[in-house]
């Protein structure tokens, strides 16, 4: 997918830092807006991954500092779950006007309850998924620690949470007092995902619990067994992002029809902050590739030989199976196995002048079923070395380099 970094400036005229997550070479199908914990930022990894997940299938997400927070002007002190609400409006609106409306609220933790409030405010949400959310804005008072009897007692404290300090005045415990969300949860006119782990220290799972017998039906629950409160684990807010995507699918459809043909037949990105994870757009059809882990990857998908290998097996398959049908031969499946290594050619592992030349191994297998003679079998067999990405591979291929926007190109 493609990041782009955008601002946009609330009704008090704070200017607020974005990145919106877009697909690759299509236009998303629909918009999806998240906000991130407390005292977090867009940056955090685990909004980064979701936000990801979910433009692999074609969703535009925008995630954003709230104010005092992250890359955002304002002053932290000043704000409190109100204003949140306020910020989440003033990002909605910023994509209403610049692209389309959101039809999809996703909260972290406090976020979380912030995009419970909010959906009431915005006509264009159809869903709303919540991640580790507390059923009441009250629950972050714990956070503070001893320095809520000061803040109450002084109007303001310095608190520390996840290694930094904060500036925290009266009115924000005063406010998040005011912000019970029972009856909004209970009222909610939107399909809802309820996410949370059993094992999170920060908000109990019990909250899910309130929040999920609190609200109406259509309601889902999905566990984050074995997460941390942060999703710290880049498995965990992968899964999370993938089970929002699948999840929607029953709430916001998808196009018959790509929206935007690709420039090209097929579309690579790779961001410098995601390893080896590599986003592949063929057509309209999303793919990852990586490495594995013992060479930094984080294994999240097929290398790009493991690719290769399985554009070999397809077109086998695929050529078996038209040349069977051509036949009228009662071809009933075709199971292909391709391993491929580097190896030495043979003859120059002797060669003392030049460094011997590895060449490219592909042992492919083939498992077919089928009333067929013996004739027929070999006579498949010599079909298999005649399929198209075979014959690419053995052929001489030209590669035919253009960098975007050179003057060379």
Request: charged fraction near 25%; aromatic fraction near 8%.
């Amino acid at each position: 997918m493609q990041t782009e970094k955008v601002t946009f400036t609330t009704d008090e005229g704070i200017q607020l830092s974005a990145r919106l997550e877009l697909p690759i070479d299509q236009h998303p199908h629909a918009y999806a807006l998240f906000a991130h914990c407390f005292t977090c930022n867009k940056n955090l990894s685990a909004v980064r991954n979701i936000s990801r997940a979910l433009a692999r299938q074609g969703f535009g997400v925008l995630r954003f500092d709230f104010t005092g927070l992250g890359e955002s002007e304002g002053d932290f002190a000043d704000t409190n779950f109100s204003s949140n609400i306020q910020d989440l409006l003033s990002a909605a609106r910023f994509l209403g006007t610049d692209y389309e409306s959101p039809s999809l609220l996703i909260g972290h933790s406090l976020g979380g309850a912030a995009v419970l409030r909010a959906a009431y405010e915005l006509e264009s949400v159809k869903a709303v998924a919540t991640i580790g959310a507390p059923f009441d804005p009250e629950h972050v008072k714990h956070l503070f620690g001893e320095s809520q009897k000061e803040i109450e007692e002084n109007g303001v404290a310095k608190v520390h949470i996840g290694g930094r300090s904060f500036t925290v005045k009266k009115q924000f415990l005063e406010d998040i007092e005011a912000n019970k969300l029972s009856d909004r949860i209970a009222s909610l006119d939107r399909a809802l995902l309820i996410m949370h782990s059993p094992q999170d220290l920060i908000v109990a799972v019990e909250n899910a619990a309130d929040i999920y017998m609190a609200a109406r039906h259509p309601k889902s629950f999905i566990s984050l067994d074995g997460a941390d409160h942060l999703l710290s684990k880049k498995a965990d807010s992968h899964y999370a992002g993938h089970m929002i995507a699948a999840w929607t699918e029953r709430y916001l459809p998808r196009p018959a029809k790509d929206t935007l043909k690709a420039e090209k037949e097929v579309s690579v990105r790779l961001n410098a902050e995601d390893d080896f994870t590599t986003d592949i757009m063929i057509r309209k059809h999303g793919l990852v590739a990586d490495e594995p882990e013992s060479v930094g990857g984080h294994d999240f998908g097929p290398t790009p030989y493991d690719l290769v290998s399985a554009g070999l097996g397809a077109c086998t398959a695929m050529t078996l199976h038209m040349y069977a049908r051509r036949k009228k031969w009662p071809l009933e499946s075709v199971k292909v196995h391709i391993d491929h290594y580097k190896d030495y050619a043979q003859d120059q592992k002797e060669c003392a002048d030049e460094k011997p030349a590895q060449i490219d191994h592909f042992e492919r297998v083939l498992d077919i079923e089928g009333d067929l003679s013996e004739e027929q079998l070999d006579r498949l067999l010599e079909i298999a070395d005649r399929c198209p990405v075979h014959r690419t591979l053995h052929n001489p291929v030209e590669i035919r380099t253009i960098l975007k926007g050179h003057p060379k190109e």
